[in-house]
């Protein structure tokens, strides 16, 4: 032995269990429930839609990897995958195969691939997808018609607007909260348990709320983000509703309507695209919250809560470098 060399690699010395693979499956097991609800309420139109969304997604990145960058596979660890179930649930169950299609290549290809790949990105690449879709193809993005697994012909198609869009139109007409509840029934019940007309990841809040907990146990995210967020939105709405209750909906019905939780929980909460300190997790979650809000009241669109996100992800190289996390073993000096 006392010839035997001792070698020392620099440190850290300190390695964990996890790896890209095991978070981005333990992010699909979380989705799971939202999944299935969504197929449940979307029938098999819904089941296309992910299919055709994983399977487009993993194609183009696969592609430009293998003959574009001529590089090895990079599909092997689940993100893209997880990439094109984000995509889907960004998406009406009505999406036409060649929507669903361009939101893929624009989700891989533009926004994650053009950038260097994987931890490269700045922005979330389904959120880009669902984004650059809403802009370019309008009428097909807000087409809500579906039928479940228990249609038997076309007079069972379900279509309707939204929650968010019959507030923002009604308001805008002149009705108040009031009429617009005698009108609609909007069924805080149904919103958090079952079919309520929008994207397919808007169809029931407590699934993703489930996903959340999972998550939260799992340790693959922390709770600052997804908090400060829903924290926000529910102070912002709930100051404009105590002073103007008939022309403002309540914190509830924005919390639990449109693409709130979702994009909360497993969208701002991306490792790429998110700050990596505690404080500036909670800067960039109130930023996400108030401009959602604003997006939400002022602005011409019924649903803000993408374009919060990315106009955050935009902001985060700098929340980065004034708030950075404090490194391991330094020691803070007494002021």
Same mark, same amino acid.
């Given at each position: 032995?006392?010839?035997?060399?001792?070698?020392?690699?620099?440190?850290?010395?300190?390695?964990? #269990?996890?790896? !890209?693979?095991?978070?981005?499956?333990?992010? @699909?097991? %979380?989705?799971? $429930?939202?999944? =299935? *609800?969504? +197929?449940?309420?979307?029938?098999?139109?819904?089941?296309?839609?992910?299919?055709?969304?994983?399977?487009?997604?993993?194609?183009?990145?696969?592609?430009?990897?293998?003959?574009?960058?001529?590089?090895?596979?990079?599909?092997?660890?689940?993100? #893209?995958?997880? !990439?094109?179930?984000?995509?889907?649930?960004? @998406?009406? %169950?009505?999406? $036409?195969?060649? =929507? *669903?299609? +361009?939101?893929?290549?624009?989700?891989?290809?533009?926004?994650?691939?053009?950038?260097?790949?994987?931890?490269?990105?700045?922005?979330?690449?389904?959120?880009?997808?669902?984004?650059?879709?809403?802009?370019?193809?309008?009428?097909?993005?807000?087409?809500?018609?579906?039928?479940?697994?228990?249609?038997?012909?076309?007079?069972?198609?379900?279509?309707?607007?939204?929650?968010?869009?019959?507030?923002?139109?009604?308001?805008?007409?002149?009705?108040?909260?009031?009429?617009?509840?005698?009108?609609?029934?909007?069924?805080?019940?149904?919103?958090?348990?079952?079919?309520?007309?929008?994207?397919?990841?808007?169809?029931?809040?407590?699934?993703?709320?489930?996903?959340?907990?999972?998550?939260?146990?799992?340790?693959?995210?922390?709770?600052?983000?997804?908090?400060?967020?829903?924290?926000?939105?529910?102070?912002?709405?709930?100051?404009?509703?105590?002073?103007?209750?008939?022309?403002?909906?309540?914190?509830?019905?924005?919390?639990?309507?449109?693409?709130?939780?979702?994009?909360?929980?497993?969208?701002?909460?991306?490792?790429?695209?998110?700050?990596?300190?505690?404080?500036?997790?909670?800067?960039?979650?109130?930023?996400?919250?108030?401009?959602?809000?604003?997006?939400?009241?002022?602005?011409?669109?019924?649903?803000?809560?993408?374009?919060?996100?990315?106009?955050?992800?935009?902001?985060?190289?700098?929340?980065?470098?004034?708030?950075?996390?404090?490194?391991?073993?330094?020691?803070?000096?007494?002021?």
């Amino acid at each position: 032995m006392a010839n035997a060399k001792l070698l020392i690699s620099p440190a850290p010395h300190l390695h964990g #269990a996890e790896n !890209t693979r095991r978070i981005m499956r333990d992010v @699909l097991l %979380a989705l799971t $429930p939202a999944v =299935l *609800v969504s +197929i449940y309420f979307s029938g098999w139109n819904g089941v296309m839609v992910f299919a055709i969304s994983a399977l487009a997604c993993v194609g183009v990145e696969y592609g430009i990897q293998h003959f574009m960058r001529r590089g090895p596979s990079t599909i092997g660890d689940l993100s #893209a995958l997880l !990439t094109g179930v984000l995509l889907a649930l960004n @998406l009406p %169950a009505s999406s $036409p195969w060649w =929507l *669903v299609c +361009i939101g893929a290549v624009v989700a891989i290809g533009i926004a994650k691939m053009t950038f260097g790949g994987l931890g490269n990105n700045l922005f979330n690449p389904a959120l880009v997808g669902r984004v650059v879709l809403l802009i370019s193809f309008p009428v097909q993005m807000t087409n809500w018609t579906v039928k479940s697994f228990f249609s038997t012909g076309a007079a069972d198609a379900i279509s309707g607007p939204t929650p968010l869009v019959i507030i923002k139109e009604g308001l805008s007409k002149g009705l108040t909260m009031e009429q617009l509840h005698s009108i609609y029934d909007f069924s805080y019940f149904e919103m958090l348990f079952g079919k309520i007309d929008g994207s397919m990841g808007e169809a029931s809040a407590l699934a993703l709320l489930i996903g959340f907990g999972y998550l939260l146990i799992r340790k693959v995210i922390k709770w600052h983000i997804p908090v400060s967020i829903l924290l926000t939105i529910a102070a912002f709405t709930g100051i404009m509703y105590a002073i103007d209750p008939l022309h403002n909906a309540d914190p509830l019905f924005h919390l639990l309507t449109g693409g709130v939780l979702l994009g909360a929980i497993f969208m701002a909460t991306d490792y790429v695209t998110s700050p990596m300190s505690t404080k500036g997790m909670w800067i960039f979650g109130v930023g996400i919250g108030v401009i959602t809000v604003l997006i939400r009241v002022f602005g011409s669109y019924p649903e803000g809560i993408s374009f919060a996100i990315l106009i955050m992800n935009a902001t985060v190289p700098l929340i980065n470098m004034y708030f950075k996390p404090k490194r391991f073993g330094k020691e803070v000096a007494n002021v």
